[in-house]
Every structure is written in C-alpha cells, then in structure tokens.
Nanobody
Framework: QVQLVESGGGSVQTGGSLRLSCAAA????????MAWFRQVPGKEREGVGA????????IYADSVQGRFTISQDDAKNTVDMQMDSLKPEDSAMYYC?????????????????WGQGTQVTVSS
C-alpha cells in the first residue's frame, strides 16, 4: 500500500524554484513529525527539513536554511516544500517521510512511512 506520494520534482537551472508536494495516506499524516530527505547515488540519505504537524514548527538543515520552506495543509493531508534559489548541489531524489518513532528528525531510520521519491535536478 502507498503511504506517501511525492510530486513536483523536475529539472531547473541554478537559481530556479520548485515546489514539492507530499500526499499522505490518512493514517500516515499528522502523526507527529513529517520530514523531507534527499539522497544521491552512493551517499547517505540526508535530512532536509521537517515539520511537527501538531503546531507547524519547522526545522531545516543548515544547507537549505533560508531557501526551503516546509508547510502543511491538514485539509488535504499534504506537506509541501517550496525550494527557492536552487543550487546544483540540491540535485537529488527527494523523499517524504512520516511516523517518527524516536531519535532525531534527521535520522531516516526513525521514520515508519516513506514515499517513492521525486527527482530534482538543478543544472549550472
């Protein structure tokens, strides 16, 4: 069964913007933390940012602070991430996750549910 579905990825040039959306199954939404991760081949999955859906608190990796913004829409069971001022180093497969069951928000092994990913490519 599908827990989360990401969309909105694509190819942009440096400085461009994309808005990713994560559509969650009802049971996978609003549990506590929902997070965005990204991964490139040969590297560990990296936490990009997260939102605590009970109150909308957000936190971001230093590498995207000030450029990415995570938001939630409880009516739609979605979590979005607006990505501005994109850089080539932002290129990755982006994943949405939910159901943190302990540890820190940026630890991918702590999340119960995952989407299939959406590719973001930023060209220079």
């Amino acid at each position: 069964q599908v827990q989360l579905v990401e969309s909105g990825g694509g190819s942009v040039q440096t400085g461009g913007s994309l808005r990713l959306s994560c559509a969650a199954a009802e049971y996978a939404y609003g549990l506590n933390w929902m997070a965005w991760f990204r991964q490139v081949p040969g590297k560990e999955r990296e936490g990009v940012g997260a939102i605590y859906t009970a109150n909308g608190y957000t936190i971001y990796a230093d590498s995207v602070q000030g450029r990415f913004t995570i938001s939630q829409d409880d009516a739609k069971n979605t979590v979005d991430m607006q990505m501005d001022s994109l850089k080539p180093e932002d290129s990755a497969m982006y994943y949405c996750s939910s159901g943190l069951y302990g540890g820190a928000w940026y630890e991918p092994g702590r999340y119960k549910y995952w989407g299939q990913g959406t590719q973001v490519t930023v060209s220079s």
